[in-house]
């Protein structure tokens, strides 16, 4: 019996181990405090209007979790610029119907990343109304990183 539990203990703990290991995979490299979070510097808060042009995928920096982008056109100037939303395992722009060439204004700081300026967005709202956020607390902290309670608790005080 015991040579039976052995194997099966064995199997059980492995899987529970990769398990594990891929949903912290999931974020790998957009925790808080990490080399990718220190560009964000909630001081620096800055928006713009413009229009979707491409949903894209990011990976910032070297061994991150792939991510979700968008590529806007700045009404002001006309330049393209590339908007970090989050992790792509967090970051849903179905949820608000975001779609190419949807007028947006985008909220959050710019930042130089991988010798380009990109924004982190703190918020992506729609013209209709509707809004996307990532990063809602007020020193910057990233929603991904928020325990469930702490996530209820940022919801609640932005209502």
């Known amino acids: 019996m015991t040579r039976i539990l052995n194997p099966l203990l064995f199997a059980v703990l492995a899987?529970?181990?990769?398990?594990?290991?891929?949903?912290?995979?999931?974020?790998?490299?957009?925790?808080?405090?990490?080399?990718?979070?220190k560009f964000y510097d909630a001081k620096e808060a800055d928006s713009f209007k413009g229009k979707v042009e491409q949903i894209i995928e990011i990976v910032p920096m070297p061994g991150m979790a792939?991510?979700?982008?968008?590529?806007?056109?700045?009404?002001?100037?006309?330049?393209t610029e590339t908007v970090h939303?989050?992790?792509?395992?967090?970051?849903?722009?179905?949820?608000?119907?975001?779609?190419?060439?949807?007028?947006?204004?985008?909220?959050?700081?710019?930042?130089?990343?991988?010798?380009?300026?990109?924004?982190?967005?703190?918020?992506?709202?729609?013209?209709?109304?509707e809004e996307l956020k990532v990063r809602r607390s007020k020193d910057g902290t990233p929603w991904w990183t928020l325990s469930p309670e702490e996530l209820a608790q940022e919801k609640k005080a932005a209502n």
């Open 66 to 79: 792939k991510g979700v982008g968008l590529v806007v056109r700045d009404k002001k100037d006309n330049k």
């Open 15 to 37: 899987l529970a181990f990769i398990c594990s290991q891929a949903s912290a995979a999931d974020i790998a490299g957009w925790e808080k405090g990490g080399a990718y979070d």
């Open 85 to 129: 939303l989050g992790p792509k395992d967090f970051v849903n722009v179905e949820s608000i119907g975001l779609r190419t060439g949807d007028t947006v204004k985008v909220s959050g700081v710019w930042a130089t990343i991988g010798g380009k300026e990109v924004v982190m967005a703190s918020k992506i709202k729609k013209d209709e109304g």
